[in-house]
C-alpha cells in the first residue's frame, strides 16, 4: 500500500501532462482550422470553438496538477526523520 501511495503523485503528473498536451494540441488544431478559413464564416467559427475548447481543457489540465499537488502530496510523502541514516552507495 505504501508503493501505491509513492506512485500516486508519478501518475497524477503523467496524466495532467497528456492532458495538457491533448489541450495544446487541441489549440493548435483550432488554430490551423481558423488560419485556412479564409472567408468560410463557419470554419471559423469551428476553428474558434476548438480553441476555447483547448483552452478550457488546458485550464482544467491546470487546475487537476493543482489540486492533486494540494491534496495529495502531503498524504503521499512521508515526514523526515532526523534520526534516519543516509543513504550510502559505496561502503
Do not use: K, N, W
Not at 479564409?38 to 476553428?47: K, N, V
Not at 476548438?50 to 489540486?67: E, H, T
Amino acid at each position: 500500500m505504501s508503493d501505491l501511495a509513492l506512485s500516486i503523485p508519478l501518475m497524477t503528473g503523467v496524466l495532467v501532462a497528456l492532458a495538457a498536451t491533448a489541450g495544446a494540441g487541441y489549440i493548435v488544431f483550432g488554430a490551423s482550422l481558423y488560419l485556412s478559413a479564409a472567408a468560410d464564416r463557419p470554419q471559423q467559427r469551428r476553428g474558434q470553438a476548438a480553441i476555447r475548447i483547448g483552452l478550457a481543457g488546458l485550464a482544467f489540465a491546470l487546475a487537476a496538477f493543482g489540486l492533486a499537488e494540494l491534496l495529495i502530496d502531503p498524504v503521499a510523502v512521508p515526514p523526515a526523520s532526523i534520526e534516519a541514516e543516509p543513504f550510502r552507495l559505496i561502503e
